[in-house]
């Protein structure tokens, strides 16, 4: 009997057995407060793990059920992926977001979902990241001057990517899109050429990919044995920023050699004009700040690699749901569209510039409504109780640190009492209030595709709000406008529906629609 006892088959699984039960019991996260549990069932022999199942299998439902049965009470939102979850009810988003850091922490919150400490080569960045400064200040700040290259990056990417076909033919829109996002945020992160490398593409374009599905998993993986875990299923991480590094430390360096000389000489001007990207900008800051560590050529690429994370797939989805839209919409809308792009760019003597731009309040609509029904935030402002006492919500619950609470999105975005019609598509929905002159100038312009608001989560909202919206909106209003001006589009049926992958939604990444080179009349 002791023999077969002490075969490794039996006694490994029997210590693991034996060792995750004493984990739930002694250290297994915070205790979690007294709520329904939200996808529990009568009769469930073990609510709480039957609810993980349910809730991870079927989330639409989950936060679905969470807003419609719950609308004023906070729930525990138990997922595979986060066990630790409270959902709030609506009417306490404002509360959220007006919660100090040193309660409701987005970035401890950040840190455990996409679990930086494995996924990322150097933690240190997430835990200090100085360049969300530099995308408040400088990219906000230098959008006007930065549209001329986006244009530029803009017209090279549809050429090279949806050419000039004077037939109908079929492009995969998410596909296509993710490449021309790529290399027109890369114009404006590194510059030309670099930001034309197929392979800084692909290596920024993947990194953004297996980070959100490396940590889906790894969360899965019991805590105790996590760092082993991650071991292995972070290689591919690894070696991709590796390979990122070695395309970028070249130009890292000679940038650095570079900024030297111009500090030692200014008058000389041998090694051309500064450039005005966001690896100069990160390169000043890190000089400024006097810390060797930062001006490292393998920090900065990191960096560099980080903000692709932050900004491709964003925008990506963002831009492929408008294309889809837009493309399933019909013809007239296009037409007042183009009509709208059309007479502002003529008033603006044919120049692309950020006031012509600000003036194209269909195109900001067209945006704005489609992030409004397509978000991939389905629960918004996940943030990370930090305080020791924990917090108390405005409903009076008393919810512990560790414990992570989110506000529903997704029933909000689709909810008719604040968006009438709410299932529909109407691409100037946002521009007929912000004509409306018998509203308020401030409530008005409220309705602008880069303004959040407790409806409006798409790009979060309050302190925390994403930093690079307003870039992220010009960019991609301009590429919405390249589009409409240079190419007819057809759908050719159905629009394919976006589908639920962990607690986000995507857009369909196969979707094919036919387009053509417009022949300008
Ligand atoms: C359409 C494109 C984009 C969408 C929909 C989007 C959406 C979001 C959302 C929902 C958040 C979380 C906000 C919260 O929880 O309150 C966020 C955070 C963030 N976004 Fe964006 N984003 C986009 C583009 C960008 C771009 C282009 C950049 C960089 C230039 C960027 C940089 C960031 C950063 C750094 C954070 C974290 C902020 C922090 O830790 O305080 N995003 N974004």
């Not at 210590?15 to 529990?40: E, R, S, T, Y």
């Not at 199942?53 to 719950?70: G, L, M, S």
């Not at 803009?154 to 829109?173: I, K, L, R």
């Amino acid at each position: 009997m002791t023999d077969f006892l002490l075969r490794p088959a039996v006694l490994v699984p029997a210590v693991a057995l034996v060792a995750f039960i004493i984990h739930q019991l002694f250290f297994a996260g915070p205790k979690l407060p007294k709520l329904p549990i939200l996808g529990a069932k009568e009769g469930d022999w073990f609510p709480f793990y039957q609810a993980t199942w349910r809730n991870t299998i079927n989330f639409k439902a989950a936060v679905q059920e969470a807003d419609q049965k719950y609308r004023d009470q906070a729930v525990l939102m138990p997922v595979a992926m986060a066990q630790n979850m409270v959902m709030l009810p609506r009417s306490e988003t404002q509360f959220v977001t007006d919660q100090p850091d040193s309660k409701l922490d987005m970035h401890t919150q950040a840190i455990d979902a996409l679990q930086t400490d494995y996924t990322t080569t150097d933690p240190s960045l997430v835990r200090n990241p100085v360049h969300h400064k530099l995308i408040t200040t400088t990219l906000t700040n230098q959008i006007g001057n930065l549209v001329p290259d986006v244009a530029e990056e803009t017209a090279w990417g549809f050429d090279n990517h949806w050419g000039s076909p004077t037939e109908f033919q079929e492009v995969c829109v998410y596909d296509t899109m993710r490449k021309i996002v790529g290399c027109v945020t890369n114009r404006v992160f590194v510059g030309k050429p670099k930001c034309r490398d197929p392979a800084l593409l692909v290596e920024g374009m993947g990194y953004a990919q297996d980070v959100p599905l490396t940590s889906t998993v790894l969360r899965m993986v019991w805590k105790p044995i996590r760092p082993l875990v991650a071991l292995f299923l972070c290689l591919p991480i690894r070696f991709r920023t590796g390979r990122f590094r070695n395309i970028l430390v070249p130009e890292i360096k000679k940038r650095l050699a570079d900024y030297d000389a111009r500090q030692r000489d200014p008058e000389d001007k041998s090694h051309g004009p500064e450039p005005n990207d966001f690896l100069q900008w990160t390169i000043k800051q890190a000089k400024e700040m006097g810390d060797p560590y930062l001006w490292k050529p393998t920090t900065l690429a990191d960096r560099i690699l980080l903000l692709n994370f932050a900004a491709i797939h964003t925008s990506s989805f963002t831009i492929t749901s408008a294309i889809l839209e837009l493309a399933a919409s019909k013809q007239e809308y296009i037409d007042e569209l183009r009509a709208e792009i059309e007479g502002v760019l003529a008033e603006h003597g044919g120049q692309w510039d950020k006031r012509a731009l600000a003036k194209m309040q269909k195109l900001d609509s067209v945006m704005r409504e489609s992030a409004r029904l397509n978000s991939f935030v389905t629960i918004g402002l996940s943030r990370a109780v930090v305080a020791k006492e924990g917090i108390v919500t405005p409903s009076g619950v008393r919810i512990p640190r560790g414990v992570t609470v989110n506000v529903p999105s997704y029933p909000v975005f689709q909810d008719t009492a604040i968006y009438p019609d709410a299932a529909e598509f109407k691409p100037f929905r946002f521009a007929e209030q912000r004509s409306d002159e018998s509203v308020e100038y401030v409530k008005r312009a409220a309705k602008a595709f880069a303004t959040t608001s407790t409806d409006y989560l798409a790009f979060g909202h309050g302190r925390n709000a994403c930093p690079g919206r307003f870039f992220a909106a010009n960019e991609l209003k301009l590429m919405l406008a390249h589009l409409v001006l240079s190419y007819d589009i057809d759908l050719g049926g159905e629009r394919p529906r976006n589908s639920w992958f962990g607690l986000n939604r995507v857009p369909p990444l196969q979707a094919t629609i036919r387009i053509k080179k417009r022949v300008k009349a």
